[in-house]
């Protein structure tokens, strides 16, 4: 059909350039709905990198949200340690006044110490909080998009 208006190229050449203009095709997801106090959403964000004296800082953001309210509480950090990433679970659990029934993490480092397929294992401190404090450490499913929706969006780069 083509060849008949003047091209010259292969039938292979006509499916690459398909390929790339075609859309990709995005994977449909069910907005997660949530009742009060079910779910809380854990993340660090990245806020780059900060002068103190002469030294240049990581600066990170340990963000733990509420699934139903979306609200959420900020605690500045400049490493992703175990310690900061505890102590920013009982500082957020003071601001919101209250700890949700379950708690998702995604592959955190300070979370996360090894994930094989389906299975995960969390880190025993972790684990002793979530014992402490009654509530359940669940692993947020490997790319879906609709899991993470609280802490993902509340911080945008123009909020601060």
Not at 112 to 130: K, N, Q, S, T
């Given at each position: 059909m083509?060849?008949?208006?003047?091209?010259?190229?292969?039938?292979?050449?006509?499916r690459?350039?398909?390929?790339?203009?075609?859309?990709?095709?995005?994977?449909?997801?069910?907005?997660l709905?949530?009742?009060?106090?079910?779910?809380?959403?854990?993340?660090?964000?990245?806020?780059?990198?900060?002068?103190?004296?002469?030294?240049?800082?990581?600066?990170?953001?340990?963000?733990?949200a509420?699934?139903f309210?979306?609200?959420?509480y900020?605690?500045?950090?400049?490493?992703?340690k175990?310690?900061?990433?505890l102590?920013?679970?009982v500082?957020?659990f003071?601001?919101l006044?209250?700890v949700?029934r379950?708690?998702?993490?995604?592959?955190?480092?300070?979370?996360?110490?090894?994930?094989?397929?389906?299975?995960i294992?969390?880190?025993p401190?972790?684990?002793?909080?979530?014992?402490?404090?009654?509530?359940?450490?669940?692993p947020?499913?490997?790319?879906?998009?609709?899991?993470?929706?609280?802490?993902?969006?509340?911080?945008r780069?123009?909020?601060?």
């Amino acid at each position: 059909m083509i060849g008949g208006r003047g091209y010259q190229g292969g039938v292979v050449q006509v499916r690459r350039a398909g390929a790339r203009l075609r859309p990709n095709e995005r994977e449909a997801f069910l907005r997660l709905r949530t009742f009060p106090g079910e779910q809380g959403q854990i993340d660090w964000a990245s806020f780059g990198k900060v002068l103190i004296g002469r030294a240049r800082r990581d600066l990170s953001c340990f963000v733990p949200a509420l699934s139903f309210s979306r609200d959420f509480y900020l605690e500045f950090s400049f490493d992703q340690k175990l310690e900061s990433f505890l102590r920013g679970h009982v500082h957020g659990f003071q601001d919101l006044e209250g700890v949700p029934r379950v708690m998702l993490y995604d592959n955190l480092r300070s979370a996360v110490l090894e994930r094989r397929g389906d299975g995960i294992h969390f880190h025993p401190r972790l684990l002793e909080l979530c014992a402490h404090y009654h509530f359940a450490a669940r692993p947020c499913q490997a790319a879906r998009g609709n899991e993470k929706v609280a802490s993902n969006a509340s911080l945008r780069p123009g909020d601060f």
